[in-house]
């Protein structure tokens, strides 16, 4: 028992001495406060400013959102920060800071998966839960990452927040931009579950979902379920239509705004005039330019690039005249042409043979200030070569090239040029340097060098060309296939070009009507035109119709003075039910006083051939064509 004393009372000191030291720094070591919550705006509530005032932001926001830089380390520097200030973000500065970060654009090396981080994070914070806000501030920044949308989306969902409609009409605006579908009638569900009316704003949001999906029928049916369409649901309709390649149903819904006394506006016009462009439509196209015109409101709106596609579409069309008078409209509004107007006009007036008038508006370009480009030199050198004026356009090619601005077109342009004025030996020179100077020569190059040595009465170098730019890899087009054939059947070189046709379709190249007519051409001169009528009727179950086949075989046929053959055809054409009698009649009439064989062109006019019967007892019969030569 005394042993046990001693023990314990040696062990004592030990005891009470780490006691006192535990005491001791218990009470040197201070107690830090609570932390504080901050929030994105300072609170002046205290201080008597006017109600319109803008709020202050608050010195924490600028510091928080430089954090934010997406390093492997963000989230503990986050918590470091926070921990080294005692503070805690609210959940109105996490939906601020998600609010001030870059917005969404795939051009740009952001991020927005740092968005998505800073969410997360903000969460583990102490007694901290999201508001609405922050999950609506969220969505707009992962727009270009569907997955993570769909997953903050969901994450959304799982939190049944009661529903704002201010929130309701930022949800709509990120599900529309979106096309998310689903996401829209849930939210439509969730505004009725908490007595919140659909705004036409949200509405005008899932049309426009439905329009970027493509589902333009449920479109039409959401649209027909608005009380009071705006301009904006009329846009959006009209959108989608133009889509789908419905533009009769588009325009028919500009004239249906007219009715309703909804103003159309710029984004209108601008939609339908886009989509009768891209249709070859000019014709309306310049009708909506002239609606535009004539609206007192809209006169001074007309964006450039309305004037571009009436210019442009005119100066295609060759009517280059009304696309000048339409480019000094816009002059007068003081809105500047850029460089694809001026590009047209010239390209259109070198294309139409005015080479004056095309050089003329080259230099007005100029002397307005707008420089011109690889596109309008291109445009330039083409038309000087097509005009024969090749000198100046070697000489603009000597000034880009030392500029650096020369493409295979300015090649292919020359080479062409060069090979119509019988100047082939500097054409292939120039094809060989095209290589050397490290520009690809492409199809165009090609068929150009090609014609021009088949015009010169080099049909086997053209040939040897054709073979090479096989074994490069070049593309061969139906062109180069028409001109090697039409040249071998020139040459009597009858049984190459039909290899050469089986070539080109062995090869998978849809042969035109060009590239029919110089093979039906050269087999008719040559008697073979049941050969041509066969080659005719085997591309019909390759989905291959050619219009005018027939038309152009019976007028070589009348023209080479074969007007036996061109019956015989006629009378072919019909039998087989390819063409109407009438058709054939006219064409066969027009053939014949073209190659001005009237007497017998009149003649058919007059008789009963091709469209009448002669009863032969109780047997009626078509009067053929082949009666017309035999009487």
Known sequence: MRIRVLVLLKGAPESIESHHNARRRAFSTPLLPPREVVHPFCDLSDVAVAASAPRNPSPWVPRILSLLDGSPSMESNLDSFCRKFLIILSPSFVAHALRSLPNPNPNTNYDPLVATRFFSWAATQPNYSHSLDCHVSLLPLLLHHPSSLRGALSALRRANLPLTLPAAHSLASTLASAALVDELLWLLREMKNHNLHPTLSILNSLLNALVNASLIDSAERVFKSIHQPDVVSYNTLV???????????????????????????????????????????????????????????????????????????????GKVLEGCAVFESMVRRGCKAHKAVYTAIIDGYAKSGDLDSAMKFFERMKVDGVEPDEVTYGAVVSGLCKGGRVEEALGYFRFCKGNGVVSAMFYSSLIDGLGKVGRVDEAERLFEKMADE?????????????????KSGRLDEALLLFRRMEREGCEQTVYTFTILISELFKERRNEEALKLWDEMIDKGVTPNLACFRALSIGLCLSGKVARACKVLDELAPMGIVLDSAYEDMIAVLCKAGRVKEACKLADGIVDRGREIPGKIRTVLINALRKAGNADLAIKLMHSKIGIGYDRMRSVKKRVKFQTLVDS
Not at 438 to 443: E, I, T
């Open 239 to 317: 959108k989608g239509y133009c889509r789908v390649g419905r533009t009769r149903d588009a325009l028919a819904s500009l004239r249906e705004m007219a009715a309703e006394n909804v103003p159309p506006d710029e984004v209108t016009y601008m939609t339908l005039m886009q989509a009768c462009y891209s249709e070859g439509d000019v014709n309306c196209c310049l009708r909506l330019y002239h609606e535009m015109e004539e609206d007192e409101g809209l006169q001074m709106k007309i964006p450039p690039h309305a004037y571009s596609l009436v210019i442009c579409g005119l100066c295609k069309q």
């Open 438 to 454: 490290g520009c690809p020569q492409d199809s165009y190059c090609y068929n150009a060098l090609m014609d021009g040595l088949c």
